[in-house]
């Protein structure tokens, strides 16, 4: 079981930035595949970044790619995600997610733990 807490969002405005975290519980946590999702009203779950076991490798979102880094820290077990340049069109509940896989994915049911979310809001 690994429990997983969002932390950093707020509000920006366009063109700013944010920087979100998601710390993890588990001691194990390098054993776990690492995804950030996000959902605005209305709308699916979409995949924003993920991030491999060891963090060598990345893959984003190409509505995200160039903006926003994905990065871990296997010793203080979090998974910040650095988002610059913010659009209003980045607003949305984001979720940190957590996949015993060891292929990083963008689809949503290859994860097994969800944390409860961190609202962005990006506004003038």
């Known amino acids: 079981q690994v429990q997983l807490v969002e932390s950093g969002g707020g509000l920006a405005q366009p063109g700013g930035s944010l920087r979100l975290s998601c710390a993890a519980s588990?001691?194990?946590?390098?054993?776990?595949?690492m995804g950030w999702f996000r959902q605005a009203p209305g709308k699916e779950r979409e995949f924003v970044a993920a991030i491999s076991r060891s963090g060598g490798n990345t893959y984003y979102a190409d509505s995200v790619k160039g903006r926003f880094t994905i990065s871990r820290n296997n010793a203080k077990n979090t998974v910040p995600l650095q988002m610059n340049s913010l659009e209003p069109e980045d607003t949305a509940v984001y979720y940190c997610?957590?996949?015993?896989?060891?292929?990083?994915?963008?689809?949503?049911?290859?994860?097994?733990?969800w944390g409860q979310g961190t609202q962005v809001t990006v506004s003038s």
């Open positions: 997610a957590a996949s015993t896989g060891w292929v990083i994915s963008q689809n949503g049911h290859e994860y097994n733990y």
């Open positions: 588990r001691r194990t946590f390098s054993n776990y595949a």
